[in-house]
């Protein structure tokens, strides 16, 4: 079955450490976003990939650095430059833009919980 | 700017209340999408429906209900007769031509038996 896999579920940092978070999807979407959903908060835009080699920033992009070097594979990197890394991140993927098909909405992983200690 | 707002923030129900979720979305553009997801506890976001701006014929899938009004620009949600199984986060979400999906901040939904 096709999908999106996000790795490790949980995840514990000790304060001024990088972390990477891994996501890699097998649907043969172009389009990568990265999203932090903070308790009682929606979902925020942190960084997406319309398309390999090519990323943009999102809302809340300052802390957190990414690669898309391969179509299947958007590891997130949560730098210590972070300063509330605590929260549930969430990958998606989708048709890519330019074909209209990501008015479909995307595809989500089931998401990776970072508690910094 | 494009914002989705989601007013409840909780609401709890006894089984079988039909329960009603409310959403009201800012978008400038003419050509858009809006979406409803579900989050139970597991943590990923489950798909519900997808609405463009062009469509305004509600939709009924079960037990659920969408009603889409523009001149209201609201997105509401219905559950019949609610179970459970319903307990979850929703969020309702907006799609336009930046083809980015800004969400609303969510509303739990508890069931109680």
């Known amino acids: ?117 | 700017a494009q914002k989705v707002t989601q007013a409840q923030t909780e609401i709890s129900v006894v089984e079988k209340e039909d329960v009603t979720l409310d959403c009201v979305y800012e978008t400038r553009d003419t050509t858009y999408y809006l979406f409803w997801y579900k989050q139970p506890p597991s943590g990923e976001l489950v798909f519900l429906i997808r609405r463009n701006s062009f469509d305004e014929q509600n939709e009924i899938s079960g037990r659920y209900s969408w009603n889409f009004q523009k001149s209201t620009s609201s997105f509401n949600f219905t559950i019949t007769a609610s179970q459970v199984v319903d307990s979850a986060v929703y969020f309702c979400a907006l799609m336009d031509s930046s083809y980015k999906l800004i969400f609303g901040s969510g509303t739990r939904l508890l069931v109680r038996p």
């Open chain 1, 1 to 117: 079955d096709g999908g999106i896999t996000q790795s490790p579920k949980y995840l514990f940092r000790k304060e001024g450490q990088n972390v990477t978070l891994s996501c890699e999807q097998n649907l043969n979407h172009d389009a990568m976003y990265w999203y932090r959903q903070d308790p009682g908060q929606g979902l925020r835009l942190i960084y997406y990939s319309q398309i390999v080699n090519d990323f943009q920033k999102g809302d809340i992009a300052e802390g957190y650095s990414v690669s898309r070097e391969k179509k299947e594979s958007f590891p997130l990197t949560v730098t210590s430059a972070q300063k509330n890394p605590t929260a549930f991140y969430l990958c998606a993927s989708s048709i890519p833009t330019f074909t209209g098909g990501s008015s479909y909405g995307y595809t989500f992983g089931s998401g990776t919980r970072l508690t910094v200690v």
